[in-house]
């Protein structure tokens, strides 16, 4: 990528990221902090090693769920929004292509998850030193993942904000975010239903996103280790999955009639 097109895609990236602070996403930090002040101060009477376990439980799902309702609540309207309120043309205009366009959206928004996500594991650590529970680095891996898996969900998002309105494109990426979550009923599909032929839940359990692969949260926070190779499978399953979703959406949106 050339410096000139680096700089386009860094520009709508930075917008995008400008944008998306002023769409109250700090109210999301707000709800966190107090979720995570009330989770140490309600959890006090518990044995210490009790209570730790459960407000890194809690604070490591606060962060995958709001992180998720961030992306996609925002990822679906990342296009749509644009083409609804007309500002996209102008920008087109400019020596701006699709292409640039929708991967510094992408980029713009994966940003603003990566300083939510910061923000938020800073308030769960704080939380435990607080309490004076024990925090150790072995957190940060759970976070990865759960930040991995995030950009998973933006990248759908994304594709479906260029396929369709904000309404069915949030409704769309739900329903493929929720079946990610249960991939392995989707794989064991013919014990509840003989009928279905092998091949097709084959075909859907690799053709939809498996989120579990990101879930991490368990382990961590019951000392199972986490090697670095389970960590290396997850970054290239997410960046490949993030790259054939990405591709799609520029397809789509190159060949999207904007008249």
Do not use: H
């Not at 359990?205 to 000392?223: C, M």
Request: aromatic share 10%.
């Amino acid at each position: 990528m050339g410096s000139a097109r680096l700089s386009r895609v860094q520009a709508v990236a930075a917008n995008t990221f400008r944008e998306t602070i002023r769409e109250k996403v700090l109210y999301n930090l707000v709800f966190f902090a107090v979720l995570m002040t009330l989770s140490g101060l309600l959890l006090n009477p518990l044995s210490i090693r009790q209570d730790e376990k459960i407000i890194k439980d809690v604070g490591l799902a606060s962060i995958e769920l709001f992180g998720t309702l961030i992306a996609l609540f925002m990822g679906v309207s990342l296009v749509s929004k644009e083409i609804e309120r007309r500002s996209l043309y102008p920008l087109l205009a400019k020596p701006v292509s699709r292409g640039e366009f929708l991967l510094g959206k992408f980029a713009g928004l994966a940003f603003t998850l990566l300083v939510n996500v910061t923000v938020m594991t800073l308030g769960l650590y704080a939380t435990l030193w607080a309490t004076r529970r024990g925090a150790g680095p072995e957190l940060l891996q759970a976070v990865l993942a759960i930040y991995l898996g995030l950009l998973l969900v933006v990248a759908l998002a994304l594709l479906f904000s260029t396929l369709t309105s904000s309404a069915l494109a949030l409704v769309l990426s739900v329903c493929v975010v929720v079946v990610g979550r249960f991939a392995d009923v989707i794989r064991n599909m013919r014990e509840v239903a003989p009928g279905v032929p092998a091949w097709a839940t084959q075909v859907l359990y690799y053709a939809l996103p498996n989120l579990r692969n990101f879930d991490l949260k368990t382990r961590v926070v019951y000392g199972d280790p986490v090697l670095s190779s389970d960590l290396g499978w997850i970054g290239v399953y997410a960046a490949s999955y993030v790259a054939i979703v990405l591709g799609l959406a520029f397809a789509a949106f190159r060949s999207k009639d904007l008249q």
